[in-house]
């Protein structure tokens, strides 16, 4: 390596020459053994977590096992969907699985978006079957950090958005019938566990399980009918996490889109709105300083040539008296 110094009438740089040397690999250059077991050692913690269960649903329900990780503890109206949607997989009656999550409703998505609406603070958790690879079941109900990644292998960018309940109904019927029957439908809408649409699960259970679980109703409308135990209402705004770019319209949920596209719309406007307020005002306290200051500038003018007049008068005055008090009359009392 070699280097010279280049100057200007300016600035002054330093050229640098680089010549590299191919190494060939040899016994000399092998892994230090002991810093190689060292490593090995405290990279053993984090491989043990790809075997550790993100989800268990062993002793009939979610609780801990599902929470183990999460910063709050589940909201007692979610408890109630869990621990049902807990014991029917135990029973064996309700499995575990993302099979065909881009074709119906699957017991891994109501997981993944209760997680979601869980983490964030929402009152509903929805996402779409495209991002969930794994399209497996898991009859032990066991869900490790290893599976949890093969299922999603990929980051969702999830937000919060203040979806009116009509909106969220129009969401998941068109993304559960758009397009040519028997197709997979990328956006077809995993709603979280504690969401009742009616027949979503009818593949799942039979009809003596409908009743026992509360959990799944019969039919094809693809009706919601509660969230979180209370009957839903289309005219309610609900808190609701899903992924960002289905508002931009990825997997085309035309009632995302409209909705997301009015609320930039009015959100424009309202920015415009405020804008224009905020320069009235600002023209308003110019107009008005301006006037204020006009008023000044006439009142100290007025003041000036009363006092310059009342000068003149008292000189006057004065003169008339002088003149008077030269001629012997003496100034008057």
Request: charged content about 25%.
């Amino acid at each position: 390596v070699s280097s010279g110094a280049v100057s200007s009438p300016r600035i002054e740089c330093v050229r640098v020459e680089v010549s590299v040397v191919s190494v060939a690999a040899s016994a000399a250059l092998a892994p230090d053994e002991d810093c190689a077991r060292a490593a090995a050692k405290h990279m053993s913690v984090v491989d043990s977590l790809e075997d550790a269960a993100i989800v268990d649903l062993s002793k009939g329900g979610l609780g801990r096992g599902f929470f183990r990780y999460q910063p709050r503890p589940p909201r007692a109206s979610w408890w109630k969907a869990l621990t049902s949607l807990g014991s029917a997989a135990l029973e064996g009656t309700w499995p575990l699985s993302s099979e065909r999550a881009r074709f119906r409703q699957t017991t891994v998505g109501a997981l993944v978006a209760l997680a979601a609406k869980h983490e964030l603070g929402a009152e509903l958790g929805m996402v779409n079957g495209a991002p969930i690879k794994g399209n497996r079941a898991y009859p032990t109900g066991r869900i490790t950090f290893r599976e949890l990644k093969e299922e999603l292998p990929f980051p969702m960018k999830m937000v919060t958005v203040p979806l009116p309940g009509h909106v969220i109904q129009a969401a998941v019927t068109h993304s559960r019938t758009f397009g040519e029957e028997g197709k997979e439908r990328r956006g077809f809408l995993q709603v979280d566990a504690s969401v009742v649409v009616e027949g979503q699960y009818d593949w799942l259970l039979g009809s003596a399980q409908v009743a026992r679980h509360g959990m799944v109703t019969q039919g094809h409308g693809h009706r919601i009918l509660s969230v979180s135990g209370e009957p839903f209402d289309p005219k309610r705004v609900y808190l609701t996490a899903l992924p960002r770019n289905l508002l931009k319209g990825f997997c085309e949920i035309v009632p995302l889109v409209e909705w997301a596209k009015e609320a930039d719309e009015a959100q424009q406007h309202a920015e415009l709105r405020a804008k224009e307020e905020q320069n009235w005002e600002k023209g308003w306290m110019a107009y008005k300083e301006q006037t204020d200051h006009t008023a000044q500038t006439q009142e100290t003018q007025e003041t000036q040539a009363q006092a310059a007049d009342g000068t003149k008068k008292w000189t006057e005055t004065a003169s008339t008296a002088g003149a008077a008090a030269a001629g012997g009359g003496g100034f008057p009392s």
